[in-house]
């Protein structure tokens, strides 16, 4: 739930490089370019959603998992980032777990690779916007609406036109026009119910120990792969995801 304001400066250096973003991206032209560089359709990952078909969605804040009462799904949020990222998608790979990127539009835009990456690997994209303000819940109809909108662009250019299946709000600053306006793009507000604490870096140990004492609260469990150095959240992620599937928890994606 943090809002995790302060240490975010990282954040501003790539803001200059989004204002130059193409903003003319959407439409069938992206996916259908993209659909002859990925290949066959038979390889096309489950995450994938042809740009030119948005489906509004539900507006109500997301945490049930698809994969019914003892599913947990992982959301990794903030990203993408080249040291953490590749290290965050190793574990996952290591235990056969799918999970939901949370990505911030700039970041997406620095490392489409890793975009690609992730959606490659089976994963599923999110909308966390452009610059991950957490006051935007405080800010115009306006700026939340080109936070969102720009966020989608970057995220869906970066994949190679794989679309965000949900918005995450920065810090959970939710209004009900941002959850009406990314549900009427495809994007399922997506919340959580358990807050690993690892943005705050407070030791393995204590990570483990939260999302193990908190995982009866709720399937979606939050982590992240950037913003700092995230070797705890890595080395937590690699003995949580085994114990969860020793307790008969599955890992599955939340509900769109
Ligand atoms: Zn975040």
Redesign the pocket.
């Known amino acids: 739930m943090a809002r995790?304001g302060g240490g975010r400066g990282w954040y501003g250096k790539v803001l200059g490089a989004a204002l130059g973003v193409a903003l003319a991206a959407g439409g069938a032209s992206a996916w259908s370019a993209q659909a002859g560089a990925v290949g066959g359709s038979s390889k096309t990952p489950a995450s994938a959603k042809p740009a030119g078909a948005v489906k509004p969605v539900a507006v109500t804040i997301a945490h049930a998992s698809d994969k019914g009462a003892r599913g947990v799904n992982i959301t990794i949020?903030?990203g993408p980032d080249p040291v953490w990222t590749p290290q965050v998608l190793d574990v996952l790979r290591e235990y056969g777990v799918k999970a939901t990127f949370?990505m911030?539009g700039t970041q997406a835009q620095a490392h489409p690779d890793l975009v690609k990456k992730v959606v490659a690997a089976g994963h599923r994209l999110c909308d966390?916007s452009v610059s991950?303000d957490?006051t935007m819940d405080k800010n115009s109809q306006t700026y939340q609406s080109k936070q969102i909108l720009d966020a989608e662009r970057m995220i869906t250019k970066a994949s190679g036109g794989v679309r965000p299946m949900y918005y995450?709000a920065?810090?959970g600053a939710f209004t009900p026009y941002s959850r009406k306006l990314a549900a009427s793009r495809g994007m399922r507000p997506l919340g959580w119910n358990v807050d690993s604490k690892d943005?705050e870096r407070p030791g393995t140990d204590a990570i483990v120990a939260t999302v193990e004492q908190e995982v009866p609260n709720g399937p979606t469990l939050l982590f992240?792969d950037a913003?700092g150095d995230r070797s705890q959240t890595v080395e937590a992620l690699d003995r949580i995801l085994p114990r969860l599937k020793e307790q008969g928890y599955s890992f599955g994606f939340p509900v769109c």
Request: negative net charge; glycine residues 14%.
């Open positions: 995790h949020d903030d949370c911030v966390h991950h957490t995450r920065p810090g943005f992240h913003g």
